[in-house]
């Protein structure tokens, strides 16, 4: 099962002791995630490096005079327009973009925590509460509320 952190990043503010105890065991999954991506995008440039120092020999060693006077620059473009080299250059930009991703989910997570923080001291703080003790009423249910009687109030009238 792939997990997505798009869905684990979201806080239920209804369940912060929940959201309180899986956000470390969250947190190291894809902070894993990213140091194994980071390990491949390392192992993806040294393959690229070797196929770029053994394509270079070889056209070194193999020049074809079609291809011009032996220059360095003339050199670079064999090999740069090696098929081996642009698979492992677009290799190493696949595995870049994962490690970009993951990244920033593992900073978002780092967010997420705060967030939390923050969350639990609006709870302890009271801020969830109403001035008669009860639950305070969000914009959400009192738009919904308010939605309700402007209905009630058109079904009086018919």
């Not at 473009?77 to 930009?93: G, H, I």
């Not at 923080?117 to 008669?132: D, E, H, M, R, V």
Request: hydrophobic share 30%.
């Amino acid at each position: 099962m792939e997990r997505s952190f798009e869905e684990e990043i979201k806080i239920n503010k209804y369940k912060l002791e929940d959201e309180c105890e899986k956000q470390a065991s969250t947190y190291l999954y894809w902070a894993t995630k990213n140091a194994d991506a980071k390990s491949a995008l390392n192992e993806a440039d040294d393959a690229l490096k070797l196929i770029v120092s053994g394509r270079d020999l070889s056209t070194r060693n193999n020049w074809n005079e079609s291809w011009g006077k032996q220059t360095e620059n003339s050199i670079k473009a064999v090999v740069e327009s090696n098929n081996q080299v642009l698979m492992a250059k677009k290799n190493l930009a696949d595995y870049q973009r994962e490690v970009n991703t993951l990244s920033a989910a593992v900073s978002a997570f780092e967010h997420r925590r705060d967030e939390l923080k923050n969350l639990t001291g609006l709870l302890i703080g009271g801020f969830y509460s109403a001035p008669n003790g009860g639950k305070r009423e969000g914009a959400n249910e009192a738009a919904q509320r308010e939605e309700r009687t402007k209905l009630n109030k058109k079904k009086k009238k018919d």
